[in-house]
Nanobody
């Protein structure tokens, strides 16, 4: 079983930056692909970014390409999401998730989820 804990959320002005982190339990972190999802008020949870076990393969949803960067540190069992040029529409609860290596955009493919961290971008 994998336990995930997000941190780094907060309030920023439009155009600013935040770095989210997700700490994972266990000693087999590197076998999991990791994803970041977000959920805005009144919306379904949506895919943001994913990274493969080695960190060499990544994918992003179109709305964050060029602004967000996903990375991981397997020695520390963490995955991060660097968010630059933030927009008010990025406001959401951000969740990290772990799966078996698919880099899927589908939330149903992920087996483990953190409890989320709030990101609020003001205009």
């Amino acid at each position: 079983q994998v336990q995930l804990v997000e941190s780094g959320g907060g309030l920023v002005q439009a155009g600013g930056s935040l770095r989210l982190s997700c700490a994972a339990s266990g000693r087999t972190f590197s076998i999991y692909s990791m994803g970041w999802f977000r959920q805005r008020p009144g919306k379904d949870r949506e895919f943001v970014a994913a990274i493969g076990g080695s960190g060499s393969n990544t994918r992003y949803t179109d709305s964050v390409k060029g602004r967000f960067t996903i990375s991981r540190d397997n020695a520390k069992s963490t995955v991060s999401l660097q968010m630059n040029s933030l927009k008010p529409e990025d406001t959401a609860v951000y969740y990290c998730a772990a799966d078996g290596g698919s880099l899927s955009r589908d939330k149903a493919s992920y087996d483990y989820w953190g409890q989320g961290t709030q990101v609020t971008v003001s205009s």
